[in-house]
């Protein structure tokens, strides 16, 4: 017989909250999760009526101290397996301090929490307790994302000299948040987003997508964080040089104020053989350039192992990832299906006694949420210093 399906409670989500949705539908993307409870909201008696109105039943609860107090209480078949983090940033760390706490699994949205002190507990925390931790950095979730990873880390493209890992939008490119609209709101407030508005934001994305697909990390910055917007307390408009952990350099930008631009998420990676292109919003293919040859696409799901660039043993995992034939596309929603499947092998490995291996190789780990917080830190410090080379700390845990 199948095992149960995960059980996952989220907090927040209620009341015109946003990636919520997305991430509720790659919970059920396989039949192999599900939501079963919610805190969905700050006031209780309103988090109450938003888990009434939920598409599918599931049990509300006035707060997630309300819901993990609970989940002691319940038959082992109901009770939760993981958590999954939707808030603003201010309410990350206390609900994945205290999940851990009572032996429940986290899977928290980015950036992973305030500042590097929180950083540092939740670190230290999911390790003395050996609990899994997730950080939904979604494009990692892309099956061309993993592709890229395998290229880049084994050698294809040479040693990396340049990276070039960018995320422009154009939605803050007037003072939204004047108006009250809610994602916007908490967003330009250092209280609720923390030190960097756009670099917080997204830059995190930009970050993470560089280390993820080069294994290279960002050892010293120099950063510009910049405010269009007048009035506005957070940087709009981010753009850090980087020195990389193999002598190689790295522009990470991010902006949203350039009009017209969506989520126009991509990666350049220029090594000593070849250059690979990867943009975000057209996610099914990469694009290989090498010298004095036409440029090489490559399609998920169209790969052919031993074309004269790909090597003929190419990872049997990475080939035989679920999905569907190039050409069905795949986009945001399977990414952060691929992101959830691959947490779930390690929730059921970590409640079966097995090791588990949160290495961050599948989906971003505490390590990497960690490391995202340590580049907004040192960003924020190059920036006051007129992009003074500043060198990223090296982790205490
Ligand atoms: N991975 C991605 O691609 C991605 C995309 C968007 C947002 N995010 C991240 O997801 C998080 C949420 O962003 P959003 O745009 O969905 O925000 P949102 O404002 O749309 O939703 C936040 C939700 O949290 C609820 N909430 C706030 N405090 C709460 C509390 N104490 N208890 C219970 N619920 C509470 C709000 O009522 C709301 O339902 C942020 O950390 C953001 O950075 C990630």
Redesign the pocket.
């Known amino acids: 017989m199948s095992q149960r399906p995960l059980n996952v409670g989220l ?10 949705h ?1 991430h509720q539908k790659a919970i059920h993307f396989d039949g192999t999760r599900r939501v079963v409870a919610g ?4 006031d209780p008696k ?2 109450l009526e ?1 888990a009434a109105k939920w598409p599918y039943p599931i049990k509300g609860y006035g ?2 101290d309300e819901m993990i107090a609970a989940n002691a209480t319940l038959p082992e078949d109901q009770k939760l397996d993981y958590i999954l ?8 760390f206390d ?1 994945a301090m205290k999940a851990m706490k009572a032996g429940i699994a986290v899977f928290c ?3 992973l929490c305030l500042n590097l002190k929180e950083a540092n507990e939740l670190v230290k925390a999911s390790r003395k307790l050996n609990v899994p931790f997730g950080v ?4 990692l979730g892309h099956w061309t994302s993993r592709l890229s990873r395998y290229i880049v880390q084994s050698g294809l493209l040479g040693d990396v000299r340049w990276v070039d890992s960018y995320y422009i939008q154009g939605w803050l490119a007037t003072k939204l948040e004047a108006t009250g609209q ?2 916007a ?3 330009v407030d250092p209280k609720r ?1 923390g030190g960097s508005g756009c670099g ?2 997204i830059g995190t ?1 930009a970050l993470m997508q560089l280390r993820y697909v080069t294994g290279l990390d960002v050892t010293k910055v120099s950063a510009q964080m910049e405010t269009f917007v007048e009035g506005r307390m957070l940087d709009d408009h981010f753009t850090i040089y980087c020195g990389l952990s193999n002598g190689g350099k790295a522009l990470v930008r991010a902006s949203q104020i350039c009009i017209g631009h969506k989520n126009d998420l991509g990666i350049v990676i220029a090594g000593t053989k070849g250059t690979l292109v990867w943009k975000q919003e057209t996610p099914e293919s990469i694009t290989i350039l090498l010298p004095n040859q036409p440029d090489r696409v490559y399609w998920r799901g169209a790969v052919t192992p031993g074309d004269g660039f790909m090597p003929k043993d190419m990872p049997a995992d990475l080939m035989a990832e679920p999905t569907i034939p190039s050409g069905h596309p795949e986009a ?1 929603h399977d990414a ?1 299906a691929r992101l959830h499947r691959c947490f779930e092998v390690d929730v059921r490995k970590w409640k079966a006694g097995e090791k588990f291996n949160s290495d961050g190789s599948k989906y971003a780990s505490v390590e990497d949420g960690w490391k995202g917080i340590a580049f907004i830190e040192t960003c924020v410090k190059s920036s006051k210093k007129k992009g003074a080379w500043t060198a990223m700390p090296t982790a205490k845990f």
């Open positions: 907090v927040g989500g209620g009341k015109g909250a946003f990636i919520v997305p805190a969905l909201f700050p309103i988090a938003e707060s997630y983090i939707v808030t603003p940033n201010f309410v990350h609900p949205e980015k950036p939904a950095h979604t494009y809610q994602q709101s908490w967003r987003a917080g934001d994305h945001f952060f």
